[in-house]
């Protein structure tokens, strides 16, 4: 089952929000393929998953309603939707492009439809991207550490609880503590 999740949020680091939010979503649903799109007081994400909709719904009403941030989280079904979104933004997180195989953009077309939608947002440009990308994730790690700081971590635990962090943040918590 494919769905959309809507989060309305405002974070300092809106960027590194996202991704963090992102990279809860891929340790749940066990895919790496999610997409998403966002702007300064809200995201888009787009995943499939396996898993039963019960328990896909606990989970963000557990880290997300729980934490009181404002989400929707629907079937993708386009047959039952309307909705309207800047093409390349639509082609990103749905591959409406029927023209191509690849179904991601590359992060210069992500940042073009960034752009498009909410101006120049240019000190949070290098958190966009597609996770099943390749290409683009291996620029960003050469130039982006790819283990969150103790520090990353604490301020997460602040805002968002304990159990906000992924099974990898936690393991990574206790390597830090030791």
């Known amino acids: 089952m494919e769905y ?3 989060v309305f949020a405002t974070h300092k680091n809106q960027g590194a929000f ?3 939010l992102a990279e809860d979503i891929v340790s749940v649903v066990g895919k790496s393929d999610i997409k998403y799109y966002y702007g300064p007081e809200s995201s888009i994400f787009v995943f499939k998953t396996f898993d039963e909709e019960k328990k896909i719904q606990e989970y963000f009403s557990t880290v ?26 639509e082609k990103h997180l749905f591959n409406t492009d029927n023209s191509s195989k690849d179904s991601s953009n590359t992060l210069e077309e992500q940042l073009e439809a960034q752009k498009l939608f909410f101006g120049d947002l240019e000190e949070e440009t290098d958190m966009v991207l597609t996770e099943s990308d390749e290409d683009d994730l291996l620029k960003l790690k050469k130039n982006k550490k790819t283990e969150p700081t103790f520090d990353e971590l604490f301020n997460k635990i602040a805002d968002y609880g304990y159990e906000s962090l992924s099974s990898f943040e936690k393991e990574l918590l206790k390597k830090y503590t030791k």
């Open 18 to 20: 996202v991704k963090v």
């Open 4 to 6: 959309i999740l809507f």
């Open 64 to 89: 997300l309603g729980e934490s009181g941030i404002v989400y929707f989280l629907v079937r993708h079904e386009p047959d039952k939707m309307s909705y309207w979104l800047d093409p390349n933004i």
